[in-house]
């Protein structure tokens, strides 16, 4: 199917739906048409980026992922043409996710709601730990989101920091940026660092300066998202990690989730939690 604009809540009632608690009823609305960030829905599920590219390509992702753990942390990846995954196995990837990427030759080309069209044999499937699912565990720990008060998807940056290269896939560090209350940065730490397939502790604390990070103001990806009075900027690596990199180094051809918009999986976030 084409793209479709994304709705707002005058052009499509669907958009006023609340958060789903349920992750399948979640998938549900974004298999419908629902184009929304992710994070707050299906609260204690874990939430996964997705990478898709030609098998060719595949090991060059794999690889990339293992020497680059923190902003890539694999979860699942399938076989060639397999648009299944074992996090959520009645779950299409093809349809279950509320917005996608498609790229060629580096260029982002389209961001459609599905890519049943474009889906192919030759297709491997990367599901990839994202930041939302340890946003329930900061909620329980005291540690305010601020993103998920104020409606706001996160935000992202590329950092002047280089990940380790694989294969053909180079490209920088991406990472998502939380505001926390300055008393409560050690708390965010170490819930964090018990959930490292989720990219675990923050990579850095404070001045975003030292991440090369100019403007708070300005995210590369996502929203920008208001600091409370006494908030400090904590930055945890994040899964649009490989997204840079595919357009650093320009495979032929890739689908992507679009930044915040993620795969909710069925898997509970007391799985990858490390007592």
């Excluded at 294969?167 to 170490?190: C, F, I, N, W, Y």
């Amino acid at each position: 199917m084409g793209a479709r604009p994304l709705a707002t809540t005058e052009e499509d009632p669907v958009t006023a739906t609340l958060p789903a608690a349920d992750p399948a009823v979640a998938r549900e609305h974004y298999r419908a048409g629902l184009a929304v960030p992710s994070s707050g829905w299906a609260p204690g599920y874990t939430q996964a980026n997705l990478v898709v590219v030609p098998q060719d390509w595949a090991y060059d992702v794999l690889l990339f992922g293992l020497r680059n753990p923190k902003p890539v942390p694999l979860l699942d990846v399938t076989d060639a043409g397999s648009y299944r995954t074992v996090l959520a196995p009645d779950a299409d990837l093809r349809t279950d996710l509320p917005r996608y990427r498609v790229w060629r030759d580096g260029e982002l080309v389209d961001e459609p709601t599905d890519v049943v069209d474009l889906w192919r044999d030759d297709l491997v499937a990367f599901l990839i730990g994202c930041s939302f699912s340890f946003e329930t565990a900061l909620l329980d720990a005291g540690v305010p989101v601020r993103n998920i008060e104020q409606g706001r998807n996160v935000s992202m940056y590329r950092t002047d920091r280089a990940c380790r290269p694989a294969g053909r896939l180079s490209g920088p560090l991406v990472v998502s940026m939380r505001p926390v209350p300055g008393e409560l940065v050690a708390a965010a730490v170490q819930v964090t660092a018990r959930m490292p397939q989720v990219h675990g502790a923050p990579v850095h604390v404070g001045v975003p300066g030292a991440l090369g990070i100019a403007d708070l103001g300005a995210p590369d990806f996502g929203d920008p998202v208001e600091p409370a009075e006494g908030d400090v900027p904590v930055f945890w690596a994040c899964g649009v990690t490989p997204q840079a990199a595919l357009m650093a180094s320009r495979p032929p051809f890739a689908i992507t989730h679009a930044p915040g918009h993620m795969f909710v999986t069925d898997v509970p976030d007391a799985v990858y939690r490390q007592s």
